[in-house]
């Protein structure tokens, strides 16, 4: 195994036990019917479903498009962004101290779900006969979402005083597989992310997060807590996916793989920094969790 290898290895490791850490330590918080209320509010997950399935890759495809970067890169960067619900959402959402992330929760599962249809469609007309199976995309939800999520909520329900002295280890986990997650993420593909600067790729990129970030602002709404939680959900995207298709389906040609691994930090870090800056300024988790 050679250096790059490793730390590739070690950046795959860290977001894995990140995500999964905060997922299980969100279901040791909260009980199901706080995860299921949520979604009575059928207006807002609607908006949200049509705003990260169809309006977000429709607009950063058309950005794309229309930005001075080759039109080599435009596909490999459409796929990164066509993955929506990326569970690290939800540790942004907890990093901010004031995202409702019972509904962060509840909406990137439904994403997930929508997942299934939306994005075989998405890659199909981004790039000819690309595609991908359902049953990668369950394999996902499963691993990262709902199995950490279902041991958090069994344990909240079965020990609840060991589930209060846990919780906040798990927080403490996730947050040092975090940094290492992303010091070696950067670091395995720094020559990738140099090479995305004379082309406008990384530029684009920046454009595009930007755009989604924003379409989850104009989706929140006056409360707070609710506009958090949608503009880190609709901002950071689930790029794995498009990862994977070019893996599978495009032979990890290097004119996919450069501008949707760039997009793929990028979009991680930045809406990362933008949830720390939150924290700074936003009340306290444990406030915010009783104003439920």
């Given at each position: 195994m050679?250096a790059?290898?490793?730390?590739?290895?070690?950046f795959n490791?860290?977001?894995?036990?990140?995500?999964?850490a905060?997922v299980?330590?969100?279901?040791?918080?909260?009980?199901?019917?706080?995860?299921?209320?949520?979604?009575?509010?059928?207006?807002?997950?609607?908006a949200?479903?049509?705003m990260?399935?169809?309006?977000?890759?429709?607009?950063?495809?058309?950005i794309?498009?229309?930005?001075?970067?080759?039109?080599?890169?435009?596909?490999?960067?459409?796929?990164?962004?066509?993955?929506?619900?990326s569970?690290?959402?939800l540790?942004?959402?907890?990093?901010?101290?004031r995202?409702?992330?019972?509904?962060?929760?509840?909406?990137?599962?439904?994403?997930?779900?929508?997942?299934i249809?939306?994005?075989?469609?998405?890659?199909?007309?981004?790039v000819?006969?690309?595609?991908?199976?359902?049953w990668?995309?369950?394999?996902?939800?499963l691993?990262?979402v709902l199995?950490?999520?279902?041991?958090?909520?069994?344990?909240k329900?079965?020990?609840?005083?060991?589930?209060?002295?846990?919780?906040?280890?798990?927080v403490?986990?996730a947050?040092?597989?975090?940094?290492?997650?992303?010091?070696t993420?950067?670091?395995?593909?720094?020559?990738?992310?140099?090479?995305?600067?004379s082309?406008?790729?990384i530029?684009?990129?920046?454009?595009?997060?930007?755009?989604?970030?924003?379409?989850?602002?104009?989706?929140?709404?006056?409360?707070?807590?609710?506009?958090?939680?949608?503009?880190?959900v609709?901002?950071?995207r689930f790029?794995?996916?498009?990862?994977?298709?070019?893996g599978?389906?495009?032979?990890?040609?290097?004119?996919?793989?450069?501008?949707?691994?760039?997009?793929?930090?990028?979009?991680?870090?930045l809406?990362?920094?933008l949830?720390?800056?939150?924290?700074?300024?936003?009340?306290?988790?444990?406030?915010?969790?009783?104003?439920?």
């Amino acid at each position: 195994m050679n250096a790059h290898q490793a730390l590739t290895l070690l950046f795959n490791a860290g977001i894995a036990i990140s995500i999964g850490a905060t997922v299980a330590s969100l279901g040791m918080t909260y009980t199901v019917s706080q995860l299921v209320a949520p979604l009575r509010r059928v207006g807002l997950v609607i908006a949200m479903v049509v705003m990260n399935a169809l309006v977000i890759p429709a607009a950063a495809w058309g950005i794309a498009k229309a930005s001075p970067m080759s039109s080599a890169f435009v596909p490999g960067l459409v796929l990164a962004t066509l993955g929506m619900g990326s569970a690290g959402a939800l540790k942004a959402a907890q990093l901010s101290k004031r995202a409702d992330l019972a509904l962060g929760v509840s909406v990137v599962v439904v994403l997930q779900l929508v997942n299934i249809v939306a994005v075989p469609l998405w890659a199909g007309h981004v790039v000819s006969g690309a595609s991908l199976s359902a049953w990668d995309i369950v394999k996902s939800l499963l691993a990262i979402v709902l199995a950490p999520l279902v041991v958090g909520l069994l344990i909240k329900a079965r020990y609840k005083d060991h589930a209060a002295e846990w919780q906040p280890a798990l927080v403490r986990i996730a947050n040092l597989a975090l940094v290492i997650a992303l010091a070696t993420g950067i670091a395995a593909n720094w020559q990738t992310i140099i090479s995305m600067f004379s082309s406008w790729v990384i530029f684009t990129v920046i454009v595009i997060i930007a755009m989604a970030l924003g379409a989850g602002v104009l989706l929140g709404g006056r409360k707070p807590e609710t506009r958090t939680t949608t503009t880190l959900v609709s901002g950071m995207r689930f790029a794995s996916l498009g990862l994977i298709i070019i893996g599978t389906q495009l032979h990890g040609d290097a004119k996919y793989l450069g501008p949707a691994i760039t997009f793929a930090l990028l979009d991680f870090l930045l809406p990362l920094v933008l949830a720390v800056e939150f924290g700074r300024k936003g009340r306290p988790a444990a406030d915010a969790a009783s104003a439920h």
